[in-house]
């Protein structure tokens, strides 16, 4: 969402820069659609929307099939949730967890996922939620998607026997949608 508002801002800036008459307007690509797989279930109502920016945090280690062979192996999320005002509302961390400015919280199990277009970018999501702590916005949430991720995939480079345990931060950016409703 975040990249849709800056590139409709951007388009605005660059339609006042050329002085295009009043009422025409820049076209802006339409959001990807969410594959089928990551559909909530009926019943569920979307509660809120937050983006997300942070980092995707990766260690060093052996392989478990092969202990001469090395992998970044994911660690936990660490990010920011924002509103469309751009105000903090929560956090997201390891769990996956989010946590509301309210003190609420919701911790997820993935159960579906779909391969983003860009190979940097992880994967879009589908959660349900498996334990709630608090009472507020995120005490009554059923399932969470995680759509239109930008980077946060692990590094390809720099994990041998000389870098285990190191931790690499990877930049990532993402839409998550919450909703309440009937678990199911």
């Known amino acids: 969402m975040w990249q849709r508002v800056v590139q409709a801002c951007q388009a605005c800036v660059m339609v006042a ?5 009043p009422g025409v307007q820049a076209q802006q690509a339409p959001p ?26 990766y260690v060093c280690s052996a392989k478990a099939d092969d202990p001469n062979a090395y992998a970044w192996t994911f660690k936990a999320p660490e990010a920011e949730l924002r509103n469309e005002d751009g105000e903090k ?30 190979a940097s970018a992880i994967p879009w999501l589908l959660l349900r939620a498996k334990a709630h ?21 692990a590094p390809t480079d720099g994990c041998d026997q000389s870098a285990v345990n190191a931790e690499r931060r990877v930049d990532y950016t993402a839409t998550y949608a919450f909703y309440y409703g009937a678990a199911q």
């Open 133 to 153: 702590d608090g009472a507020g916005a995120f005490s009554t949430v059923t399932y969470v998607q995680r759509l239109e991720t930008v980077g946060g995939a």
């Open 89 to 118: 509302i929560g956090t997201h961390y390891a769990g996956p967890s989010w946590e509301g400015n309210d003190g609420s919280k919701v911790m997820g199990e993935a159960i579906e996922s779909a391969k983003p277009q860009d």
């Open 17 to 21: 820069g050329l002085g295009m008459a």
């Open 32 to 57: 990807t659609p969410v594959p089928e797989n990551l559909t909530v279930p009926d019943r569920n109502v979307m509660l809120l929307e937050a983006y997300a920016a942070g980092v995707q945090i």
